[in-house]
């Protein structure tokens, strides 16, 4: 029986991530933090690439089962399957992903998965006018792209509400006052 949570926190570029993934490591106890990013090669090559690190990375957390350390996740398989989507790269991963996401839903944790957005989509530009972001070659992020995303993201959390029952799917709108946003969060992961 699971003692530990897996929580994967995902959506578009502006959403909020990382503040969130930063509020849960530091609030919920025993919790290690991974950003990913996937692979940049956005090539048919890079199918390969991205099917074995998350493969390993499965295996990885497998051996992470029981031992009362939660994991969250800012990104994993499930933004490489959105950009395949949205033809970031050249190649499709859903069979891959399918393959991914029913390994996942089998491991032995308490797992979420959180769909971060925001209703009022204006909110994307100012966001994503940082100076800080990250621009990768294969995806210049513009907000007209974090909507396409936020559509894609959101259609995703209904597939895997839907379709794996071991996987708590929780959607969350992000552009709400930040004590607000904590809250929620800690209500859902009850911390």
Same mark, same amino acid.
């Given at each position: 029986m /699971? ?7 995902e959506?578009?570029?502006? /959403?909020?991530?990382t503040t969130?993934?930063?509020f849960?490591?530091?609030g ?8 990913l990013c ?5 090539t048919?090559?890079? =199918?390969?690439? /991205? *099917?074995? #690190?998350y493969l390993?990375l499965?295996?990885?957390?497998k051996?992470? *089962? ?5 994991l ?9 399957e ?5 033809d970031?790269?050249?190649?499709k %991963?859903?069979?891959v992903? *399918?393959?991914l996401?029913?390994? %996942? ?27 800080d972001?990250a621009?990768?070659?294969?995806a210049?992020?513009? /907000?007209e792209?974090?909507i $396409?995303?936020?559509i894609?993201?959101?259609? #995703?959390a209904?597939?895997?509400? $839907? ?6 799917v %929780? ?6 006052d ?7 969060? =800690?209500?859902?992961l009850?911390f």
């Amino acid at each position: 029986m /699971a003692n530990s949570k897996l929580i994967v926190v995902e959506g578009p570029q502006g /959403a909020g991530k990382t503040t969130v993934t930063d509020f849960i490591r530091h609030g919920l106890k025993y919790t290690n933090l991974y950003r990913l990013c996937g692979t940049s090669d956005s090539t048919p090559s890079g =199918k390969k690439k /991205a *099917e074995d #690190m998350y493969l390993d990375l499965l295996e990885y957390i497998k051996k992470l *089962e029981n031992q009362s350390i939660n994991l969250v996740f800012d990104r994993t398989f499930f933004t490489e399957e959105i950009y395949c989507r949205l033809d970031f790269k050249e190649y499709k %991963f859903t069979d891959v992903y *399918e393959k991914l996401v029913e390994k %996942f839903n089998n491991l032995d944790f308490d797992i979420y998965y959180i769909t971060l957005y925001l209703e009022n989509t204006d909110n994307y530009l100012k966001r994503l006018m940082r100076n800080d972001k990250a621009v990768p070659e294969y995806a210049k992020f513009t /907000a007209e792209s974090s909507i $396409k995303q936020q559509i894609a993201y959101l259609q #995703m959390a209904d597939e895997i509400e $839907k379709n794996y029952k071991n996987i708590k799917v %929780f959607k969350i709108s992000n552009d709400g006052d930040e004590q607000e946003i904590k809250s929620k969060i =800690k209500d859902i992961l009850k911390f």
